[in-house]
């Protein structure tokens, strides 16, 4: 056997060390993967993280988020993800579960860094004192769509960046200061939505979907089409809220792309309501590109 010769030994040694070079550089610099369920969670992700993260949506701006299944794409999303971010209370109870444990995943199981509850930081209203089937789909964590309140945007917001941090140490300083400046327009925003004239205003609502964003901003919520959560109204129970808006005189009937155009149609034509269809989520219309314009775009939608 001729013995190799020194140049060919000398230059695959440098090869291979450029090789593992590259490998070891592609680790040290790949960017956290986060798979967020929803896309006003993919959005406050996508402001604390910006190009640090490589960020996944599984949910569609228009879905329904209470009726979503599980999808092999999405089990394949989660099988990668470093953390997995979602709403919580119950909002992601029909697939996420299955997601978690299909992924075979151990970072994103529960009690694990990469698994983030975001409600875990709000003040949930309506929890219920007791559950009961004959009372409708009622969440029995209280009420999940806390996504539409400044209020606890500006903590989940926090502890996002205090999450991101424990898993990304090297670059905390860059998603606490991105945190910082959130809290710093979130205020700026506050101010200028607090000036639009909504207290003391009325509405019927078709779900249960605004309560937060009335507790914050002093409009009412006087009746809803859904006599229960998720069943649809009786015509006895449409003829209760025709009763109640010759009575009060509320100012619209507010619902989404995803609830009951149908009954607030019919409604809105016996009472002469208007029916105002509220941006209800991140990339819902054109014009709701992040958080700060959906809720500008909401604002705008209830003047």
């Not at 896309?39 to 949910?59: F, N, Q, R, Y």
């Not at 029995?140 to 209020?151: A, D, Q, T």
Request: proline residues 7%; aromatic residues 8%.
């Amino acid at each position: 056997m001729q013995p190799i010769p020194f140049k060919e030994v000398r230059m695959k040694n440098i090869m291979l060390t450029i090789l593992l070079f590259g490998l070891l550089c592609s680790t040290a610099f790949a960017k956290p993967a986060v798979v967020a369920t929803l896309p006003w969670v993919a959005s406050i992700a996508e402001a604390i993280g910006k190009d640090k993260l490589e960020i996944v949506t599984l949910v569609k701006p228009n879905q329904d988020p209470h009726m979503i299944e599980a999808k092999p794409s999405m089990i394949l999303a989660t099988r990668k993800a470093d953390i997995l971010m979602y709403n919580g209370l119950d909002l992601e109870i029909g697939y996420l579960p299955v997601l978690i444990e299909s992924s075979r995943n151990p970072k994103i199981q529960p009690g694990r860094l990469g698994n983030l509850d975001c409600s875990q930081f709000v003040s949930v209203i309506e929890k219920p004192s007791a559950v009961d089937r004959s009372l409708g789909d009622v969440h029995p964590l209280g009420n999940p769509h806390y996504h539409l309140s400044p209020k606890n945007i500006g903590v989940v917001a926090d502890g996002m960046a205090k999450r991101l941090s424990e898993l990304d140490p090297a670059n905390a300083s860059f998603y606490t200061g991105n945190a910082a400046t959130f809290r710093n327009q979130l205020q700026q925003k506050i101010r200028e939505w607090q000036t639009m004239p909504l207290s003391g205003k009325r509405f019927i609502a078709y779900h249960r979907f605004f309560e937060y964003l009335s507790n914050e901003f002093g409009f009412s919520l006087i009746g809803y089409i859904e006599a229960k959560p998720g069943i649809p109204p009786s015509a006895g129970h449409l003829q209760q809220l025709i009763d109640l808006s010759r009575q009060t005189k509320p100012h619209a009937i507010l619902t989404t792309a995803y609830h009951g155009r149908k009954q607030t149609d019919a409604l809105s034509s016996r009472t002469g309501l208007t029916v105002i269809m509220v941006p209800h989520e991140v990339g819902s219309t054109a014009q709701a590109k992040d958080w700060f314009s959906l809720m500008d775009a909401v604002f705008a939608s209830l003047r």
